[in-house]
């Protein structure tokens, strides 16, 4: 079946450091594969997305490459700020018509200033 | 348009109680979903509508969980005879379906979620 793995946390990191988290998927066919945050109080955000094998997905500092070779799509940050702590969520969708989400479990991010 | 709204936010019922969730997806958007997050996991597909229509359920959706999308614009989740283990937040998400088999649905905008807790 389709499956997401992601970096168990939590990670607690300090302000300015590299924050990365892995994810690693399973999957027929080639999906299209998704960073969603969610911060504290507020509901799951779009981060950045990626559709096919090499593409770059980037937003607000973040960034993740698509490796079909590796099954990954890993998450970083160069300079983490306290506003980036929050629960960070790997996924993917088949599309083809199959546009569901299915989501890692999470990995709690808190940054201290 | 304020997003996708869901009420209520939170649930606290009996066990053997029915509970009715509803979704308010943003207005243009002609897909909509429901998740189920249990604590320490990602949220989990249940099923998902095309306008009106219930295109696909999870497994996880069992014969005391119902959903309907009336006239395609809100949803309710209905459950029926609540046990401990429904216990979770319900997330409501909803996506423009593009027609493009390439480029699939637009973004999906999540709701704040509905926690219900079974007692």
């Known amino acids: 079946g389709n499956s997401v793995t992601q970096m168990e946390g939590p990670v607690t990191l300090s302000e300015e450091a590299f924050l990365t988290i892995n994810c690693t998927y399973t999957?027929?066919?080639?999906?299209?594969l998704f960073w969603y945050v969610q911060y504290p109080g507020e509901g799951l955000q779009l981060l950045l997305k990626a559709t096919k094998a090499d593409d770059k997905g980037s937003n607000k500092g973040f960034e993740a490459t698509y490796r079909k070779e590796t099954t990954s799509f890993h998450l970083e940050k160069g300079s983490v700020q306290v506003s980036d702590s929050a629960v960070y969520f790997c996924a993917l969708s088949l599309g083809g018509g199959d546009y569901k989400l299915s989501f890692g479990a999470g990995t709690t991010v808190t940054v201290r200033a | 348009d304020t997003g996708v709204s869901q009420n209520p936010r939170h649930k606290i019922t009996k066990r053997g109680q029915n509970v009715t969730f509803r979704c308010d997806p943003i207005s243009e958007h002609n897909r909509l979903y429901w998740y189920r997050q249990t604590l320490g996991q990602g949220p989990e597909f249940l099923t998902y509508?095309?306008?009106?229509?219930?295109?696909?359920k999870s497994r996880l959706l069992s014969d005391r969980f119902s959903a309907e999308r009336p006239k395609g614009s809100f949803s309710t989740l209905e459950i029926q005879r609540t046990e401990q283990g429904d216990s979770a937040m319900y997330l409501c998400?909803?996506?423009?379906?593009?027609?493009?088999?390439?480029?699939?649905?637009?973004?999906?905008?999540f709701g704040q979620g509905t926690r219900l807790t079974v007692v």
């Open positions: 999957a027929t066919g080639y999906p299209s």
């Open positions: 998400a909803s996506t423009l379906a593009t027609g493009s088999s390439i480029f699939g649905d637009t973004e999906a905008f």
């Open positions: 509508f095309q306008n009106e229509a219930q295109l696909e």
